[in-house]
């Protein structure tokens, strides 16, 4: 005559093996979409450099800047992202949009990121310029907040919130190199931004 108790805890034994693994399973999934999702690509501080460089002057923007703004919004991490924005310039899909044909899901490629950001800065610069207010400073304020709200504020820094980022609020103060590009390829490829009427004497930018 089989044991009753010895079939009831092999079931509960089975149970609760069963219970563990699928338990096990669900933790694997969560665990690679976690890993998909936030796992970062930090790019090296040359190689962005090194394309900013090259690619900022085409846009008749300083490299120092665009550099900046890189380290301000991802610390050059290509696979940054946030609730409304993705990549290396933390662009949102609105301003994407406003200079792009591209699909935003090419905002994961680094340099496909940073040219669009500068599109979109260059859309900002001539949207200032249109209304007598460029500057640097207030170009960071587009980026950072969306031309319309700069307008709506007057076109003054001290009716927008206060960055918390140390990188903007030196941009913000007028600061002209917020962050040093790497020495090696800096003094090979920075040019006069002074000569260029980029930066006034006294080195902060116009």
Excluded at 1 to 9: T, V
Excluded at 43 to 49: D, N, Y
Excluded at 139 to 145: E, H, I, Q, V, W
Excluded at 162 to 189: C, M
Aim: a positive charge; glycine letters at 4%.
């Amino acid at each position: 005559m089989p044991d009753h108790r010895y079939l009831q805890d092999e079931r509960l034994i089975m149970r609760i093996l069963a219970i563990a693994g699928g338990t096990l399973v669900l933790l694997a999934v969560f665990s690679a979409i976690f890993l998909k999702t936030y796992r970062t690509d930090v790019i090296p501080p040359e190689e962005v450099w090194a394309f900013v460089a090259d690619q900022a002057p085409k846009s008749g923007l300083s490299p120092e800047f665009v550099y900046a703004i890189a380290w301000a919004e991802s610390s050059l991490d290509a696979r940054a992202r946030s609730s409304v924005a993705r990549g290396i310039m933390q662009i949102t899909k609105v301003a994407w949009e406003e200079v792009s044909d591209r699909p935003y899901r090419e905002a994961w490629d680094w340099q496909t990121n940073i040219v669009v950001a500068m599109d979109y800065l260059s859309f900002c610069r001539d949207y200032l310029l249109q209304n007598n207010a460029f500057s640097y400073p207030m170009l960071a304020a587009c980026y950072r907040f969306g031309p319309y709200r700069v307008q709506k504020s007057g076109f003054r820094l001290a009716k927008l919130p206060k960055p918390k980022n140390a990188i903007y609020k030196k941009i913000f103060n007028g600061v002209a190199r917020p962050v040093s590009p790497p020495v090696a390829i800096d003094r090979l490829r920075t040019p006069n931004w002074e000569y260029l009427g980029l930066r006034d004497r006294s080195g902060r930018m116009c």
